[in-house]
């Protein structure tokens, strides 16, 4: 049964959340203060977490980069707050989504089920063995590692996804929108913006000059390619 960790100061909402998840057979554990919500993400057992932003103590953009620098799982950020600055900083703190309240308790599950399906998926991928290597750079894709002259670099899962793909496939312009549907798995859920958000956090991680970038270029009206 897969657990998740629902990180919200309004108890009403928690509830309601816990309810629709546990209906769909989850596992439900609920914080109400970004402290304790942490402590659990990092000491417990947790396949997902539904966090929301604005908390009494840890706010949810501490929180969520602290939950990275530890574990490799699923992050839903859950926030009255609809702003693109708020959504591209959440995005690019390692966020894997971003649901804007109030939202439909049926949308929220089936944003779960496809964040957890698709990391499933991911994750249990055991032909993925072989390593990539150019210039410096290497992805190990069955532990899911990056090398940068051979220091290792932390990367959430998009961004492996995101780099791994392009890197798969040399040379080959990649719009957006294919990158969104290929990688996310899901039109009608999320934002085309988030690709952008994961280029530029990859560049930052991989490039020495990221404004002139020697692995992904940008191809202007086009999309992004990995030079091979």
């Known amino acids: 049964m897969k657990r998740i960790l629902i990180i919200e100061d309004?108890?009403?909402?928690?509830?309601?959340?816990?309810?629709?998840?546990?209906?769909?057979g989850f596992s439900v554990e609920i914080a109400l203060t970004g402290d304790d919500g942490l402590h659990i993400a990092l000491s417990e057992n947790i396949d997902l977490?539904?966090?929301?932003?604005?908390?009494?103590?840890?706010?949810?953009?501490?929180?969520?980069?602290?939950?990275r620098t530890e574990k490799d799982i699923p992050i839903l950020m859950v926030s009255a707050k609809k702003?693109?600055?708020?959504?591209?900083?959440?995005?690019?703190?390692?966020?894997?989504?971003?649901?804007?309240?109030?939202?439909?308790?049926s949308e929220l599950v089936a944003r779960v089920k496809a964040h957890l399906s698709r990391y499933q998926r991911l994750i249990g991928k055991e032909s993925q063995s072989d390593s990539i290597m150019i210039r410096g750079l290497r992805i190990?894709?069955?532990?899911?590692?990056?090398?940068?002259?051979?220091?290792e670099v932390v990367?959430?899962?998009?961004?492996?996804?995101v780099l791994t793909h392009l890197a798969l496939h040399p040379n080959r312009v990649f719009s957006k929108e294919?990158?969104?549907?290929?990688?996310?798995?899901?039109?009608?859920?999320?934002?085309?913006?988030?690709?952008?958000?994961?280029?530029?956090?990859?560049?930052?991680?991989?490039?020495a000059d990221p404004s002139n970038?020697?692995?992904?270029?940008?191809v202007w009206g086009a999309g992004y390619r990995f030079k091979g």
């Open 10 to 24: 309004d108890k009403s909402i928690a509830e309601l959340e816990r309810d629709y998840l546990e209906i769909e």
């Open 49 to 67: 977490v539904l966090l929301d932003l604005m908390l009494p103590g840890v706010d949810g953009f501490h929180i969520c980069k602290a939950i």
């Open 83 to 105: 702003e693109d600055i708020d959504k591209i900083r959440g995005l690019g703190l390692g966020a894997d989504d971003y649901v804007v309240k109030p939202f439909s308790p």
């Open 140 to 151: 190990d894709q069955a532990p899911r590692r990056v090398y940068v002259n051979n220091q």
């Open 155 to 161: 990367f959430t899962t998009k961004e492996f996804d």
């Open 178 to 207: 294919q990158l969104f549907e290929k990688l996310w798995g899901y039109d009608s859920i999320g934002e085309i913006s988030t690709v952008t958000v994961h280029i530029r956090k990859i560049r930052e991680k991989i490039e």
């Open 213 to 218: 970038p020697q692995y992904i270029e940008t």
